[in-house]
């Protein structure tokens, strides 16, 4: 399977994501939006929105290796703040920073920015769900 991540001329190139992903050769997959929950139920980062975007990126990680892919295969994301202001831009690029240091790449692929007034329950403060395509010979 493979992914193209690319910026065409006459859209504005942003550097925090590309415009558009390209698949071609696979299954998808769709995760479900992941909150700051670690494996345990557990929240983590409680009121830190980079903490908590760090366990998003890791969560959707790990959901993907449970469907034998990876952060690679994201061609979309969506993600819910809370009181979305510009001014937690920069709390959501560490927390990007910190994950795709973990993870070992720089996550850039297409995605949306949603202000919310509330997620499920009060200590959560950011949400981010997924989509994948997975190479054919991976999915399980």
């Known amino acids: 399977m493979t992914v193209t991540l690319m910026n065409p001329s006459g859209l504005p190139r ?15 997959v769709f995760v ?4 700051a929950w ?18 998003c990126y890791l969560n959707i990680a790990t959901a993907l290796a449970g469907a034998n ?3 690679d295969d994201v061609v979309k994301l969506t993600v819910y703040v809370v ?8 709390l959501l690029m560490e927390g990007i920073g910190r994950a795709a240091a973990k993870l070992g790449g ?9 202000g919310v007034a509330a997620l499920d329950v009060p200590e959560h ?16």
Do not use: C, H
């Open 14 to 28: 942003i550097d925090a994501y590309r415009q558009v992903s390209v698949a071609t050769g696979g299954k998808l």
């Open 32 to 35: 479900a939006g992941q909150v």
């Open 38 to 55: 670690d494996e345990n139920g557990v929240n983590v980062g409680e009121g830190d929105l980079a903490a908590q975007v760090e366990q």
């Open 69 to 71: 892919g990876s952060f």
């Open 83 to 90: 009181d979305w202001t510009p001014g937690k831009m920069p």
């Open 106 to 114: 720089t996550p850039v692929p297409p995605a949306t920015l949603l």
């Open 125 to 140: 403060l950011v949400e981010i769900e997924a989509t994948a395509v997975v190479g054919e010979d991976r999915a399980g």
